[in-house]
């Protein structure tokens, strides 16, 4: 008998606030370097839409940070999986600029989110540790990574695994990228659980990238010379083109060494749950995937997406993915015993993650 880590409940939560692209009609984008981009609002609008697919994107309440969305998450999955909040051994918090008030600019990261979530569950029990994991967009897949390795070294029964971000707070309204942007929060129970047979997490594969990719995103300066908050640096800031060319040239390499490491082939797969950015972006990253494997086309139903109406939600987009459709919520999509299903990711650092689960 082995022990093997294996996912017992799940929740996530969507903000109200539907942002459709026609609000961003009032906004003046620049180029990097403060000049004219030469097109309308209403052009840059448009070829947005054409290249990421998303059509509107949620945003959190004035009155809401990232801990916020990420207890109600954590509520949800502690409810569905029916266990005692207090048995715990761990809560890991995936996030990337910590709790943002409303129409301010400084990150609150002490005390942890992971902390304040535990406060907000009112836990009492002392042996549950609660500490926060940055790792850019694949943060929620790296703290799956990790809660799996305390679970199969014994060091943990159950761990509550949390991605939650309001990506909203730290948008420059004059980068035109900001668009993609949103909030949002996700999080799963992992119970480990002694098996004859492989099941639950059956491999992970992870790789980071420094030498040239490092800076690809960062916080930095307004694009608006003028903008009055100019000195600032803290708003989210990419390459688009450069992170495209390093996804599509990486991210299908790392989930073909994934699917080899649990001993599966391609045709294993069910579906694979992946970090949405950029609808053409993931798309490309299908196809070359089953290139790789000398497939043709990928099933229309094989990778989920929710980009359309959620945009970017970061760490929370995977678990929220998940939870749909583990909960239905999701048309045309479910899981069923013995299904494999990969999870990946892949963002800032330039780090790209994941890991293959059986059902």
């Given at each position: 008998?082995?022990?093997?880590?294996?996912?017992?409940?799940?929740?996530?939560?969507?903000?109200?606030?539907?942002?459709?692209?026609?609000?961003?009609?009032?906004?003046?984008?620049?180029n990097a370097d403060g000049?004219?981009?030469?097109?309308?609002?209403?052009?840059?609008?448009?070829?947005?839409?054409?290249?990421?697919?998303?059509?509107?994107?949620?945003?959190?309440?004035?009155?809401?940070k990232a801990s916020d969305?990420?207890?109600?998450?954590?509520?949800?999955?502690?409810?569905?999986?029916?266990?005692?909040?207090?048995?715990?051994?761990?809560?890991?918090?995936?996030?990337?600029?910590?709790?943002?008030?409303?129409?301010?600019?400084?990150?609150?990261?002490?005390?942890?989110?992971?902390?304040?979530?535990?406060?907000?569950?009112?836990?009492?029990?002392?042996?549950?540790?609660?500490?926060?994991?940055?790792?850019?967009?694949?943060?929620?897949?790296?703290?799956?990574?990790?809660?799996?390795?305390?679970?199969?070294?014994?060091?943990?029964?159950?761990?509550?695994?949390?991605?939650?971000?309001?990506?909203?707070?730290?948008?420059?309204?004059?980068?035109?990228?900001?668009?993609?942007?949103?909030?949002?929060?996700?999080?799963?129970?992992?119970?480990?659980?002694?098996?004859?047979?492989?099941?639950?997490?059956?491999?992970?594969?992870?790789?980071?990238?420094?030498?040239?990719?490092?800076?690809?995103?960062?916080?930095?300066?307004?694009?608006?010379?003028?903008?009055?908050?100019?000195d600032r640096d803290f708003?989210?800031?990419?390459?688009?083109?450069?992170?495209?060319?390093?996804?599509?040239?990486?991210?299908?390499?790392?989930?073909?060494?994934?699917?080899?490491?649990?001993?599966?082939?391609?045709?294993?797969?069910?579906?694979?749950?992946?970090?949405?950015?950029?609808?053409?972006?993931?798309?490309?990253?299908?196809?070359?995937?089953?290139?790789?494997?000398?497939?043709?086309?990928?099933?229309?139903?094989?990778?989920?997406?929710?980009?359309?109406?959620?945009?970017?939600?970061?760490?929370?987009?995977?678990?929220?993915?998940?939870?749909?459709?583990?909960?239905?919520?999701?048309?045309?999509?479910?899981?069923?015993?013995?299904?494999?299903?990969?999870?990946?990711?892949?963002?800032?650092?330039?780090?790209?993650?994941?890991?293959?689960?059986?059902?």
């Amino acid at each position: 008998m082995s022990i093997y880590s294996k996912i017992i409940g799940s929740g996530s939560y969507i903000p109200e606030i539907k942002v459709a692209n026609k609000e961003f009609l009032k906004n003046t984008f620049y180029n990097a370097d403060g000049s004219s981009n030469g097109a309308t609002t209403h052009e840059v609008i448009e070829k947005f839409y054409n290249i990421t697919g998303i059509e509107e994107r949620r945003y959190a309440r004035e009155d809401q940070k990232a801990s916020d969305l990420a207890f109600i998450a954590a509520s949800r999955a502690i409810e569905s999986s029916g266990i005692d909040k207090e048995s715990l051994d761990y809560i890991l918090v995936a996030h990337n600029f910590g709790d943002v008030s409303a129409n301010t600019v400084a990150p609150q990261l002490m005390p942890s989110l992971a902390a304040r979530v535990k406060h907000l569950l009112k836990i009492e029990n002392p042996k549950t540790i609660a500490y926060d994991i940055l790792f850019g967009c694949p943060g929620w897949v790296q703290a799956m990574i990790q809660a799996n390795y305390f679970i199969k070294s014994g060091d943990a029964k159950r761990v509550l695994v949390i991605g939650s971000e309001t990506l909203s707070r730290v948008c420059d309204p004059h980068d035109r990228d900001s668009m993609i942007y949103a909030d949002g929060a996700g999080a799963t129970i992992l119970e480990g659980v002694e098996s004859d047979t492989p099941t639950g997490i059956l491999s992970h594969s992870v790789r980071t990238d420094t030498l040239n990719e490092a800076y690809l995103l960062w916080s930095g300066a307004s694009h608006n010379p003028e903008f009055q908050n100019r000195d600032r640096d803290f708003y989210i800031k990419m390459q688009g083109n450069k992170i495209y060319q390093y996804v599509i040239s990486n991210v299908p390499q790392l989930v073909k060494e994934c699917i080899e490491k649990a001993g599966l082939g391609l045709k294993d797969i069910k579906k694979i749950l992946i970090h949405q950015a950029n609808e053409k972006m993931d798309e490309a990253v299908a196809k070359r995937l089953f290139r790789l494997y000398g497939e043709g086309d990928v099933p229309n139903n094989m990778m989920p997406m929710i980009i359309k109406k959620m945009g970017n939600n970061s760490v929370a987009t995977v678990p929220i993915l998940y939870d749909m459709i583990a909960k239905g919520k999701l048309e045309g999509h479910n899981f069923t015993k013995g299904d494999h299903v990969v999870f990946a990711s892949v963002g800032a650092g330039m780090s790209i993650n994941a890991f293959v689960y059986q059902f």
